[in-house]
């Protein structure tokens, strides 16, 4: 698998299933950046089709721009028509990892073991409104509160627009030393 070099290089993709409260049922499928391990998204439903994971994919590339891979299990979800066809259609490489080889998406694997053990694990989930709402609280504070070790503690937002200055990406983005004339 080719090192990510880039923002929009590599996303990486999973579901998750978890239960409320009442003993229903529900899924949360999370999207992050392995440039910088900014959680893209996090969709908790009742039922996530492959169709709405395409709609949910084409909704974050309208906010984050183009990436150029998807890292993924092998799950039904990811090996339907519907997903093979919005990968064509948007010339995204897809990328399973093997079978029983989650060591393969170390990044996404780390970060599902913290939803597990952070919003899932510490909080009764009473409605699927009450789900999306805790999540949405702990993805902002995943990404702009909480330091990461593995960027110097800082967080994931900021350490990406470190990265971005760094790289030279971001327009604009350092100061410019020359006067506009007028």
């Keep these: 698998m080719p090192e990510v070099l880039w923002p929009?290089?590599?996303?990486?993709?999973?579901?998750?299933?978890?239960?409320?409260?009442?003993s229903r049922r529900f899924r949360i499928m999370a999207v992050n950046a392995d440039y910088s391990r900014e959680n893209l998204g996090l969709i908790a439903d009742t039922s996530i089709s492959s169709a709405r994971l395409a709609r949910e994919l084409d909704s974050l590339v309208c906010i984050n721009g183009k990436h150029a891979s998807i890292v993924s299990d092998n799950g039904i979800e990811f090996t339907s028509r519907a997903i093979l066809k919005c990968a064509k259609d948007n010339n995204v490489d897809w990328?399973?990892?093997?079978?029983?080889?989650?060591?393969?998406?170390?990044?996404?694997?780390?970060?599902?073991g913290c939803i597990r053990d952070e919003p899932l694990n510490e909080e009764?989930?009473?409605?699927?409104?009450?789900?999306?709402?805790?999540?949405?609280?702990?993805?902002?504070?995943?990404?702009?509160?909480?330091?990461h070790s593995s960027f110097g503690n800082q967080t994931p937002t900021k350490a990406f627009l470190t990265l971005e200055q760094i790289e030279g990406s971001v327009p604009d983005a350092l100061a410019h030393t020359k006067v506009a004339e007028y």
């Design 95 to 112: 990328h399973y990892i093997d079978l029983g080889k989650p060591q393969q998406n170390t990044f996404f694997e780390s970060f599902n």
């Design 124 to 147: 009764m989930l009473e409605s699927l409104e009450d789900a999306r709402r805790k999540l949405a609280l702990w993805r902002y504070h995943y990404n702009n509160v909480r330091p």
């Design 8 to 22: 929009g290089a590599r996303w990486s993709l999973d579901l998750q299933s978890e239960t409320f409260s009442a």
